[in-house]
C-alpha cells in the first residue's frame, strides 16, 4: 500500500480551488499556480529544533513539510550562512550575512527546486522532463534528471552563458537554443509538451519548484537558532525563492515556532529587466511584462514572471521593499564581494550587495538590523560576464 501522502491538497494560490495532490498538476484552471498544503499540526509533532539536530544535511532534513517520496538527491541544501563582518563594516551593518546558495550541486539554489520537482515527478511517472530556463535551471533539471535516470529537454536563449549550455549537454540533455528570451523559451516548452509527451517543469507551472526552495527559509530559522533576520535581500527573477521563503514562515508560524513577525523581503532586480520594482513602484497588483529586457545576471532576466501577484503581496505584508542595481554595479560588488570575503558570486548574488548598501545609506536598513543576502549561484559560470568585469579593472 502506497504510504498517504504528506501533502493534503493543492491550493490556487490565487483563487483558492484545491486540486488534487495525487495527480500530475500544473496551473489551475484560473491559469494561476498552485500551492502544497500540509498538515501543519501533525508535521509539528515530529518536525522540532532538537530533531533537526540528527537529520541528513540536506533539504530533505525537514521531510514533514516536503512530498515523502523516495529523494532524487545529490546533496543540496543546508549551505552555508557566513558573517561577512568585512563587507558588513564597509556599509555601517554589523550582523550582515550571505547565505551562500552557490555551494549546491550545479552550484546554484535551482538545485533546491528541482530535486523536489524531480522526485515528484518521477513518482507520477513522468516520461521526459522538459524546461524553459534563463541559465541555472537548465543544468540542475539536466543533473537531477541524469540522477532519477530521465530524459531532460531544455530550452534556453541562445546566449545563456556558456557553463549552463555545457553543463546541460554533459548531463545528457537536449538543448534547444531559441533566438529569444526565457519567455519564448517557455512557449516553445507549452506548445510542444504535448505532443512530445514532456512533463513540464517550469518555474511555478508546477507546485513542487517552489517547496524546495521553501527550505531556504526553514535552514535561515535553523541557523540563526530559531529566529529569523531582519531583512532578507534576494534578487528576483521568477520569484520562486521569495515566494517560497514566505510560504515556509507562514507554515512555520501555523506551526508554532514563529510569531507573526515577519523578515521585511526585497527584491532585487536588475535595471534592465525589472518587471516587479516598475509595478512596486507604481502600487500595482500585478507586473505588466518589462520590454527588451537585458541583464549580464541571466537569471534575473525574467520579463513576466507568473508569480507577480504573490512575489508584489509578499513584499507588502512584509514591509518590504523593490529595488534595481545596473550591471555595472553588479560586476563592480562581485570583485568587492569576493577580494572582501572570499566568496565568489553570481552578479545576480552580487546584485544585493549593492541593493544592501543602498538601502544601509537611506536608513530604510538601520545599523542593528541583521540583515541575509542571498547569492544564489556561484560566479564560476559567467566566464562572460567577469571578462567584462576585468576589461573594467585593467582601465582603472
Ligand atoms: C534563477 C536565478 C535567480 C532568480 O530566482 P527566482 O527564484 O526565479 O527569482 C537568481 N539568481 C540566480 C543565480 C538564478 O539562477
Ligand atoms: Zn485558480
Not at 536598513?365 to 568585469?389: C, H, M, S
Request: net charge neutral.
Amino acid at each position: 500500500m502506497a504510504k498517504p501522502s504528506n501533502i493534503i491538497e493543492l491550493e490556487c494560490s490565487a483563487c483558492g480551488k484545491k486540486h488534487d495532490p495525487s495527480r500530475e498538476q500544473h496551473l489551475c484552471t484560473c491559469g494561476k499556480p498552485l500551492l502544497a498544503r500540509y498538515d501543519l499540526r501533525r508535521a509539528a509533532a515530529t518536525l522540532t529544533f532538537e530533531s533537526l539536530k540528527t537529520r541528513p544535511r540536506t533539504l530533505w532534513r525537514y521531510a514533514e513539510v516536503l512530498p515523502n517520496d523516495p529523494p532524487v538527491s545529490l546533496g543540496e541544501g543546508m549551505t552555508a550562512l557566513v558573517h561577512t563582518e568585512r563587507l558588513g563594516a564597509s556599509m555601517g551593518l554589523k550582523r550582515l550575512y550571505v547565505k551562500d546558495e552557490g555551494l549546491n550541486p550545479t552550484g546554484s539554489f535551482k538545485a533546491r527546486g528541482i530535486t523536489v520537482a524531480v522526485t515528484r515527478a518521477k513518482q507520477l511517472g513522468a516520461k521526459a522532463l522538459a524546461a524553459p530556463t534563463a541559465g541555472n535551471a537548465g543544468g540542475a533539471l539536466a543533473a537531477y534528471a541524469a540522477a532519477a535516470g530521465l530524459p531532460a529537454v531544455i530550452v534556453m536563449p541562445a546566449d545563456t552563458p556558456y557553463a549552463n549550455i555545457m553543463e546541460c549537454q554533459a548531463f545528457g540533455a537536449k538543448v534547444v537554443k531559441l533566438n529569444g528570451l526565457i519567455s519564448d523559451c517557455g512557449k516553445y516548452v507549452a506548445e510542444h509538451k504535448d505532443g512530445e509527451g514532456w512533463y513540464d517543469v517550469s518555474t511555478l507551472k508546477e507546485p513542487y519548484r517552489v517547496e524546495g526552495k521553501k527550505t531556504m527559509g526553514y535552514e535561515l530559522w535553523e541557523q540563526f537558532e530559531r529566529k529569523l533576520p531582519d531583512v532578507i535581500l534576494y534578487p528576483t527573477g521568477g520569484g520562486v525563492g521569495l515566494i517560497g521563503m514566505c510560504k515556509a514562515f507562514d507554515e512555520m508560524q501555523k506551526m508554532g515556532w514563529i510569531g507573526s513577525e515577519r523578515p521585511r523581503m526585497v527584491a532585487v532586480q536588475a535595471e534592465g529587466c525589472a518587471p516587479i520594482v516598475k509595478a512596486w513602484e507604481a502600487h500595482q497588483d500585478s507586473a505588466q511584462f518589462f520590454p527588451n529586457a537585458a541583464t549580464i545576471a541571466s537569471g534575473l532576466r525574467v520579463p513576466g514572471p507568473l508569480g507577480d501577484h504573490l512575489i508584489l503581496s509578499m513584499l507588502r505584508q512584509t514591509n518590504g521593499t523593490a529595488i534595481t542595481v545596473t550591471d555595472d554595479e553588479m560586476l563592480q560588488a562581485g570583485r568587492e564581494l569576493a577580494s572582501l570575503e572570499g566568496i565568489f558570486a553570481a552578479p545576480e548574488g552580487a546584485a544585493t550587495v549593492i541593493a544592501a548598501r543602498k538601502l544601509a545609506a537611506s536608513a530604510w536598513i538601520k545599523p542593528q538590523d541583521t540583515v541575509v543576502l542571498f547569492n544564489t549561484g556561484t560566479g564560476y559560470k559567467y566566464a562572460e560576464a567577469w571578462q567584462r568585469a576585468l576589461q573594467f579593472a585593467q582601465t582603472e
